[in-house]
């Protein structure tokens, strides 16, 4: 089966657990394509919110009297909160799905961006960033959803277009707010102009949050309308789909015996066990410290890293033409780019992240978040968040690199290199469900 046919076929199929082995990109038929698209369009709408202040930076700058260390301190904030935010989400995914994760991810998200134009100093501006650092969490469920949705065979090209299409939003941020900016100062003053145009993107949040809520399903198990049904049923093959949102990783069966009524067999996609009375899960805290002690969730944290999610938080206020004028000058020689005014900047950021478009797909969601889903899929979600947080971790690590290092971008872009190719080595000791990359490697080499 070729990826055309997996991503453009007649019908969706699934496999026993009702997870799809297909993908109708065009389709919005419940519960399997409707759940990917209201996941990337979430984790879309939230970056776009989450990167709303960088574009207009040079007027916040001028409004609020900042200094250079101040953006950069605000900068570093907002990337804080989304440690904490992805870390604590991830298992939340796992309890309560990621249908209400989103949504309330969203909402939170919602009310600080809409009271972003409340700042009136740095301090306020650097609280704000904080809260609003938390809507950087909607990574995690939107991956977390396509792994739920999607089996082993599909999953990482669904992951790969929800975290690519995702990531878009942070992008689109650097030419839409200034849109939706210049049309405000059309009829306000600038001061206000700018403080008014978050109420867009908070706004926005609220739409997809409900959406999510109303409209999507945490897993293929999920129940719907009779009436929704009737109409995108059809897009679907059945093969023994679970009943229940409790039945996404595995379906349960009555025991035939009578005489033991207690007995239930579980048949999942890696073992039948019986399980007798109810299983007490691990808290949420200790659920998530015991993935530490996974190798494999290790080196998938240290390749989180090194996504390229940091440049985001970089091409704010006025370093984005320079760092772009320098970017192609180091790696194209010959080509100079001068001049960059408000506007052609946060058209030039856009661009810039647009281009990083595909390398978070290939290099980032087709390959290391593809494999979180068989790092420990009975924690899928702790799992998730604490890779999220390594990548927000390498966020703050590189922009420390770049304050260091000041307008001196090529020995920055020097040690980032280093870093990614060290962490790269990193991925030969990669161990899933006992086997090891390096293992396979030699096999290859030596059949």
């Keep these: 089966m070729t990826l055309a046919t997996k991503i453009f076929p007649k019908q969706i199929l699934v496999d026993e657990n009702g997870k799809a082995t297909n993908i109708k990109l065009f389709s919005f038929a419940r519960p399997h394509m409707r759940a990917m698209h209201l996941s990337w369009l979430s984790f ?3 970056f776009t919110g989450w990167f709303a202040i960088p574009p207009l930076m040079p007027t916040i ?12 301190d605000a900068n570093l904030t907002s990337v804080s909160a989304t440690i904490l935010a992805r870390l604590m989400i991830g298992p939340l995914c796992d309890r309560y799905g990621p249908r209400k994760a989103m949504a309330g991810l969203l909402l939170v998200g919602s009310i600080t961006i809409g009271l972003a134009g409340l700042a009136s100093d740095a301090n306020g501006l650097i609280i704000t960033r904080f809260f609003i650092g938390i809507i950087g969490a909607t990574f995690v469920p939107c991956q977390y959803w396509a792994s739920r949705m999607f089996s082993s065979n599909i999953v990482g090209t669904a992951n790969a277009i929800c ?12 030419f839409l707010i200034p849109l939706i900016y210049n049309a405000f100062a059309l009829g306000l003053p600038p001061h206000q102009a700018w403080r008014v145009t978050f109420v867009v993107p908070a706004c926005l949040c609220i739409l997809i949050a409900a959406a999510d809520y109303f409209l999507g399903d ?34 349960e069966i009555d025991d035939l ?3 033991k009524p207690t007995g239930r067999k579980v048949i999942s996609p890696t073992s039948a066990v019986m399980v007798l009375g109810p299983v007490r899960q691990p808290s949420a805290a200790v659920d998530l410290l015991s993935q530490l002690k996974n190798p494999a969730v290790l080196i998938l944290m240290i390749h989180g890293g090194m996504l390229a999610d940091y440049v985001n938080t970089m091409i704010g206020e006025g370093i984005q033409g320079r760092m772009l004028v320098h970017f ?53 979600g702790a799992v998730y968040g604490l890779v999220g947080a390594g990548g927000s971790i390498g966020s703050i690590v590189f922009n420390y690199i770049f304050k260091i290092y000041g307008i001196n971008y090529a020995d920055g872009f020097r040690v980032i290199g280093y870093a990614a190719l060290s962490a790269a080595m990193f991925t030969l000791l990669l161990k899933i469900q006992d086997r090891m990359l390096l293992g396979l490697l030699f096999k290859k080499l030596n059949p």
């Excluded at 609020?64 to 950069?72: D, E, G, V």
């Excluded at 975290?163 to 650097?174: E, H, L, Q, R």
Aim: hydrophobic residues 40%; aromatic residues 12%; glycine residues 10%.
């Design 257 to 259: 015996d009578d005489e």
């Design 44 to 46: 879309f709408i939230a």
């Design 328 to 380: 192609i000058v180091f790696f194209f020689q010959g080509v100079f780019l001068i001049g960059f005014s408000f506007a052609m900047g946060a058209l030039s950021s856009s661009i810039f992240v647009l281009v990083l478009f595909s390398y978070c797909v290939q290099a980032g969601c087709g390959t290391t978040f593809s494999i979180v889903p068989f790092a420990n899929p009975k924690s899928m």
């Design 61 to 72: 700058k001028a409004d609020l009297k900042l200094t250079p260390s101040q953006i950069s």
């Design 163 to 174: 975290g690519g299409f995702g990531n878009m939003g942070a992008g689109v941020s650097y």
């Design 218 to 251: 945490d897993c293929p198990g999920d129940e719907w309308k009779d009436q929704d049904s009737s109409l995108e049923r059809h897009d679907v093959e059945k093969h023994g789909l679970p009943r229940t949102a409790s039945d996404c990783d595995s379906m």
